[in-house]
């Protein structure tokens, strides 16, 4: 395909690209929460989107399926971004990994008597290279999602989770014990595609740039 292709994921991720998108003159012709189809033509011939889970858009511009993506600072730091240039922190899908334990357990002292945890996350790499600086004995039990009921139900001492307002934490009793790494959005891009497809590339990426800072 002479043209490119954009990894995005369904939901906020999809939502706030959107206004990027358009200062770079590129409007989806589809809405994939209503569509079904998983791969969405724009106005611009010479521009797709593929529509993936947000933990895959790493992997899709990794091997060159897709030429750029917009993906979670969570997502890339568990990737770990091999084979992927990130020129831009897009500000969106804010939000911070956190450590979060049920309210009343004192995660501090907890950690000072050398006690060993058991966290249940899906972000294990991340984790264990948090605890593991931190000096902190764990176990951890990998999730793919509700994180939050881990605690409630003597799976997990604590929970490593994306945190933004607070309020599903409250929902279930759960307090922030700890914040670990801020979080947005950043733009990847592969490598190879950055040098056979500049002429589309780079205005694409300079657009994304100009809106981020006119914000
Ligand atoms: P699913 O929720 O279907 O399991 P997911 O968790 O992989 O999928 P999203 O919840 O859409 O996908 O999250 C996509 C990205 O958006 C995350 O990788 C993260 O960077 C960001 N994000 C997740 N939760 C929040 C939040 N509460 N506030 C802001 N940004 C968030
Ligand atoms: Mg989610």
Not at 66 to 83: N, P, R, W
Not at 94 to 114: E, H, I, N, T
Request: contains cysteine.
């Amino acid at each position: 395909m002479s043209g490119i292709t954009i990894a995005l994921s369904k939901g906020r991720i999809f939502e706030e690209t959107l206004p990027l998108l358009a200062a770079a003159g590129i409007v989806p012709k589809e809405n994939p929460e209503e569509s079904r189809k998983l791969i969405i033509e724009t106005n611009r011939p010479d521009v797709r989107v593929v529509i993936v889970r947000a933990s895959d858009t790493p992997t899709y511009v990794q091997y060159g399926a897709a030429d750029l993506g917009i993906a979670g600072k969570d997502v890339l730091l568990e990737h770990g971004g091999a084979g992927l240039y990130q020129p831009l922190d897009l500000e969106i899908a804010k939000c911070r990994l956190c450590v979060a334990v049920p309210k009343g357990f004192d995660y501090q002292a907890a950690v000072k008597k050398g006690a060993r945890l058991r966290v249940a996350t899906k972000y294990i790499t991340t984790a264990r290279e948090h605890f593991a600086e931190k000096g902190v004995h764990v176990d951890l039990i990998k999730l793919y999602g509700s994180m939050e009921l881990a605690p409630l139900v003597g799976l997990a001492d604590a929970i490593v989770d994306l945190v933004s307002s607070g309020g599903t934490l409250k929902a279930n009793n759960l307090e922030v014990a700890e914040e670990m790494i801020d979080i947005s959005s950043r733009l990847v891009v592969n490598q190879a595609a950055l040098k056979m497809k500049r002429d589309i590339l780079q205005p694409v990426i300079d657009a994304f740039a100009g809106a981020i800072k006119s914000k």
